[in-house]
């Protein structure tokens, strides 16, 4: 990726670069890493609204598909049902990633006393910010207050999202 020039913002695509798909594929949900995923939908009044994920409420399926997961009587999980879009947001490798997303609604699942709300999620444009000055360190993070019950949930959702999103 480039570092010169003006404009520090670059579409990548609809595809999920190999370190993201790493990231999002192949780690393993931990109590202590504390990375925060902002999804961004639309409510029924036309205004943006956040929802904060962790790595355990988003797998990446393939480079253009993801599995999410939110509660399932949140706002998120409406706005999502009803408009089909959003974006995901992190910071990843010193850079800034959006990820706009096309979701469809799959089945709603109890896991460890939660019902949760799953999406299959398709990757419509990806795009990277970053500063020629400056690394990105970290985005929005997060201190779990009972890690163990965290990890279980995480453990069983990735579970069902690779199983059951499409």
């Known amino acids: 990726m480039p570092l010169q020039g003006a404009d520090m913002s670059w579409a990548l695509g609809n595809e999920l670069p190999s370190s993201v798909l790493s990231l999002l594929r192949d780690s393993r949900p931990s109590p202590f890493a504390g990375q925060a995923f902002v999804l961004v939908s639309t409510d029924a009044d036309g205004w943006p609204r956040q929802a ?23 706002d998120t999980a409406s706005n999502l049902s009803r408009r089909g879009r959003g974006v995901l947001t992190f910071v990843h490798g010193g850079a800034a990633y959006s990820v706009r997303l096309t979701a469809l609604r799959g089945r709603d699942v109890p896991i460890e006393g939660f019902a949760l709300a799953t999406f299959g999620a398709v990757v419509e444009e990806v795009r990277c910010d970053v500063a020629p000055y400056a690394e990105l360190v970290s985005g929005v993070s997060f201190r779990l207050r009972e890690p163990e019950v965290a990890l279980r949930r995480w453990i069983r959702t990735r579970e069902v999202l690779l199983r059951d999103t499409k």
Do not use: F, K, P, Q
């Open 52 to 74: 904060m994920l962790s790595l355990g409420e988003v797998v990446a399926l393939s480079t253009r598909r993801l599995g999410l997961a939110v509660w399932a009587s949140s």
